[in-house]
């Protein structure tokens, strides 16, 4: 996870590692059934053993921020496209419900106030990359394509940015824990794989809340980076 150990790079055989880690065999076969299992190094039939061929990806939050342009899909596929790679989504579950107690203190719903939820797996190159659960207040969603099940030509900031509520700021928090059983089914998570959980809020003019997102990605594919200005 580290790049210590480059993509496709072949592992020492388990002689060199028990000299070099001062462990016994059978701890040096544990550790590598482990990475196995949790998808970080492959066996190859009479090569050996390589670390896989991809490394942790690098996503930026930010570029996903804006409305896509005029004809475009969800910056989330043309985000990948730049990379080399196939993006899309599949809907999981969308409709009114009520929310957590702290999406509902940020959108200023009382106790049983409702909000619509959009929640959907972002896919790359036809694996699940991310799991993300969006509210919006009730209120502004109820009888808009953001309440369909349907997918949102252009996503969801371009919606709202035409429903006259464009996205002006976002605040993240981040984390790393471990995954629920819902998360672990989703994200096809090999063994005990963390994930990172971004708690985001979305604000338009006048700084309304407009959309509160929980986005949770495996940990040993991704890393989240952020370009901020100085001021």
Do not use: C
Request: charged share 25%.
């Amino acid at each position: 996870m580290s790049g210590e150990w480059e993509p496709g790079w072949k592992i020492p055989k388990t002689d060199a590692l028990i000299e070099e880690h001062g462990a016994s065999n059978v701890t040096i076969q544990r550790a590598l059934n482990i990475l196995k299992a949790e998808g970080l190094l492959e066996g190859k039939a009479g090569s050996g053993v390589f670390v896989r061929e991809r490394a942790p990806q690098t996503i930026q939050p930010a570029s996903f921020m804006a409305p896509s342009d005029p004809g475009q899909p969800y910056r989330w596929v043309t985000e990948a496209t730049k990379r080399s790679q196939r993006g899309g989504n599949r809907i999981v579950e969308v409709g009114e419900t009520i929310p957590p107690k702290r999406v509902r203190a940020i959108l200023g719903l009382p106790d049983r106030g409702t909000a619509v939820l959009r929640s959907r797996i972002g896919i790359l190159d036809d694996e699940p990359a991310e799991l993300v659960d969006s509210f919006y207040p009730a209120d502004l969603a109820v009888g808009t394509r953001l309440a369909d099940r349907r997918k949102i030509p252009g996503g969801s900031p371009t919606l709202l940015a035409e429903m006259g509520y464009p996205p002006r700021e976002q605040e993240d928090e981040i984390s790393a824990r471990p995954a629920t059983t819902h998360e672990f089914v989703h994200l096809e998570l090999p063994a005990d794989i963390p994930v990172i959980e971004v708690f985001r809020v979305v604000y338009s003019d006048d700084r309304r809340p407009i959309e509160v997102t929980t986005l949770v990605k495996p940990a040993h594919l991704f890393k989240m980076g952020y370009h901020l200005p100085v001021h």
